[in-house]
């Protein structure tokens, strides 16, 4: 089976770079999700937490966090955050006829990524040069006055090469990831299979045959990526799903379990409760 494309965030292929403020977290970055852009991201205020590779981050105002392209990852928000959210393709800083010095900046975050940090804590004494930066490159994103393109492309070199300089491996927050590419590519596929058929009967041994993976590899390979189990990740894609028919259509409770993908009612209303709190006919009401 050919790998999946990565979604794409970024239209603009000219200049591939956005900066934006995001006050609180979208429903579609609390689940688990990856692209093909970099991203950085600054804690103006508030807590919260991350989950990258399996890992979780708990975070706070200051803390700053490098997302590789190929990190699986979700953030929730506590209350009142504010975060500043870069986000840039590879090729931006190290383009094909670009100066191969270039990609010296992104290697060490592409290539060895359980050697460098996601998390970069707030409380550093080198965590003032990089806000300081991130400010500048916000300001030259929003005022974009002539040549802000190359100000930006030379500001996030200066930002990578900072990191590589001031955080040692002892000071940085590490990830354990799985070492074989492959079978990494292979879990994104699976995620991908169950989110466009979450609807279906979804087993471990119909996974494994699918995908052609071991079940125990299966499992232990998915839930260093993703933090769960295969089958809890088909479940909360059907409560998801449920909660938006719950909201969205007028159709009975039977019915959307139904079709989410639940063979019995019971079932439904169990986990539904137990994971969102209350039962679909009260979250319906709310």
């Not at 609180?24 to 807590?47: A, F, N, P, S």
């Not at 804590?121 to 300001?139: F, N, R, V, W």
């Not at 119909?206 to 390979?221: A, D, M, T, V, W």
């Not at 993908?261 to 994971?275: A, Q, V």
Request: with cysteine; net charge neutral; hydrophobic share 35%.
């Amino acid at each position: 089976m050919k790998n999946l494309p990565k979604p794409c965030l970024i239209e603009e292929r000219y200049f591939p770079f956005e900066c934006s403020d995001s006050y609180g977290v979208e429903d579609d970055y609390r689940t688990l999700h990856w692209h093909r852009e970099m991203e950085i991201c600054y804690i103006k205020q508030g807590t919260g937490k991350y989950l990258i590779n399996g890992t979780d981050y708990s975070f706070e105002k200051g803390d700053m966090f490098i997302i590789n392209n190929d990190d699986i990852h979700l953030c929730h928000d506590d209350k009142n955050l504010i975060m500043q959210v870069i986000m840039f393709e590879p090729s931006f800083i190290c383009g094909g006829a670009g100066n191969p010095l270039d990609y010296e900046y992104l290697r060490p975050f592409m290539e060895s990524p359980a050697n460098y940090c996601k998390k970069l804590d707030g409380k550093s004494p080198y965590s003032l040069k990089l806000i300081k930066i991130l400010a500048e490159i916000e300001q030259e994103y929003s005022s974009m006055n002539k040549g802000y393109e190359l100000i930006i492309k030379s500001l996030l070199l200066k930002f990578m090469s900072l990191i590589i300089r001031y955080f040692s491996v002892e000071e940085c927050s590490y990830v354990k990831e799985i070492s074989s590419v492959p079978v990494s590519d292979k879990i994104r596929n699976i995620l991908i299979y169950i989110e466009n058929n979450y609807q279906n009967e979804i087993t471990l041994k119909f996974l494994s045959e699918k995908f052609n993976i071991s079940i125990p590899y299966l499992c232990s390979s998915f839930k260093c990526l993703t933090g769960i189990s295969p089958i809890d990740f088909v479940i909360r894609n059907r409560i998801a799903q449920a909660k938006y028919e719950l909201t969205s259509t007028k159709k009975d409770i039977l019915t959307i379990s139904q079709e989410c993908g639940f063979r019995s009612l019971s079932n439904f209303n169990h986990l539904f409760k137990t994971l969102v709190g209350c039962c679909p006919s009260a979250y319906r009401k709310t």
